[in-house]
């Protein structure tokens, strides 16, 4: 079968469709990149691609910065906290040009769909050159970071990042930050304005956070965001000095402040969310706004462990994301939910198995604006099948497949990876990126020499 064929068929062993359990021999139809039919207990047709092992919707990641992937593991020594992280980082976001930045998002997505990655939200505040002027293409390198997700086989959320200023007190940007501004919230939007939709690329907007936004420019942000419905995202809370210095400015949270300032809602997804009060996860719980973990992150940056199950209980839908790219694996990253609230709490069972799947699926895919990460009639036709004989999953079979998945399992298990109906990942190779391992290597080599 052809690797971009339009009507397609695949049949999966098992297939996880959302209830308790997989369920088994599952034929999935494809026209136009689009689920048409879902047959249980049938046996594979003619011409059908077999999915052997546990089929999965295609998995979201909801927090990215891709060109983070270059400093994996050279933050491990002789940086204490996250702000000298952030200087490291920061050296890597000097270098970049268009070409050095397209090799490392291209090799870095294809790390994506080689761990089960359909869907990427790619949260973007890299806008101009070194001097912090325009491109003659005002969003030259959104562009890049588009192409290069859609070449490695991705759809991705192009979260486009209002980033404004150096701290709550309105401090200008300086130095490699000057690559972040557009001046204005207006001079921000009307950049966002010449961005448009594609079959595999969405518009998404970003309040970076309430230290590079100012007070007046957080409810202008998100109004013009829910004016052109798109996903709203924002990071919230990730460090005690945010808050602190919220406080100190404006006698409130940054959960308190945005929630005066309307910035959120069904449409919004708070990353990190690590530091909150009781009454900041009453309000975001209550406005239905989306939480995305980045445990690894977390974890590396010792940021803490967010109050994942109570922002739950209060309504929050949780996603994940492998933002800096300490690792790529969202199933480390949604095991790591449940993991970390037990060792903190004492106790097991925060969260239901099928809680788990959905928050890298179905959760992921509507806080990017994509209608997928379901097996069913309507949804995009992505999809990840896991093997169920690997040294880690071998004995899934005989169990709870599902959730021997979701605790076991890591992105090494993934043997097919489509997206729209389209095969980019066959038996774990990439099928047009040979060789993802040296790809980053050349990449990141270029950006540090």
Not at 318 to 347: K, P, Q, T, Y
Request: charged share 20%.
């Amino acid at each position: 079968m052809s690797a971009r064929q339009a009507n397609a068929a695949f049949h999966a062993e098992l297939a996880w469709l959302g209830g308790d359990e997989p369920t088994a021999n599952v034929l999935i139809e494809v026209a136009d990149g689009v689920i048409t039919r879902v047959s249980t207990n049938v046996d594979a047709p003619a011409g059908a691609h077999r999915l052997r092992g546990l089929t999965l919707p295609g998995l979201a990641n909801t927090h990215s910065h891709v060109f983070h992937r270059a400093i994996r593991g050279r933050s491990q020594s002789g940086v204490a906290d996250f702000w000298s992280w952030r200087t490291l980082m920061y050296g890597v976001a000097e270098r970049l040009d268009p070409e050095s930045l397209y090799a490392l998002a291209h090799a870095t997505y294809a790390e994506m769909a080689l761990s089960g990655i359909t869907s990427v939200g790619e949260f973007f505040y890299l806008h101009h050159d070194l001097g912090g002027k325009k491109y003659a293409n005002p969003n030259e390198l959104g562009d890049v970071v588009v192409r290069a997700a859609n070449d490695a086989g991705l759809r991705i959320t192009l979260i486009d990042t209002c980033y404004l200023q150096a701290d709550v007190h309105g401090a200008p940007l300086d130095g490699v930050q000057r690559r972040f501004d557009d001046g204005s919230w207006e001079a921000w939007a009307s950049r966002v304005d010449l961005l448009k939709d594609t079959d595999t690329m969405r518009v998404g907007a970003a309040i970076h956070s309430v230290r590079a936004v100012p007070r007046a420019a957080l409810a202008p942000v998100a109004d013009y965001a829910a004016s052109r419905k798109l996903p709203l995202h924002v990071h919230l809370s990730e460090q005690p000095a945010e808050n602190e210095a919220s406080l100190e400015a404006f006698g409130i949270t940054p959960t308190q402040l945005l929630a005066a300032e309307g910035a959120l809602g069904g449409r919004t997804t708070a990353v990190h969310a690590t530091h909150l009060t009781e009454e900041d996860i009453r309000l975001l719980g209550s406005s239905g706004t989306t939480i995305s973990m980045c445990c690894t992150t977390e974890r590396d940056l010792a940021d803490g462990v967010g109050p994942a199950s109570r922002l739950a209980a209060a309504g929050s839908p949780i996603v994940v994301g492998s933002d800096a790219h300490m690792a790529i694996d969202l199933f480390e990253e949604v095991r790591a939910i449940e993991l970390d609230e037990r060792l903190i709490s004492g106790v097991r069972g925060h969260f239901r198995v099928t809680e788990l799947a959905a928050a890298m699926t179905s959760s992921g895919a509507a806080s990017l604006g994509w209608n997928a990460g379901r097996i069913e009639v309507g949804a995009l036709a992505d999809l990840v099948t896991v093997v169920l004989d690997s040294p880690r999953t071998a004995g899934a079979r005989g169990g709870d497949p599902l959730a021997h998945v979701i605790f076991a399992a890591t992105g090494s298990d993934v043997d097919t990876v489509i997206v729209g109906g389209e095969l980019v990942v066959d038996e774990g190779r990439h099928r047009t990126v040979d060789a993802v391992g040296p790809a980053l290597e050349s990449a990141i080599n270029a950006v540090f020499d």
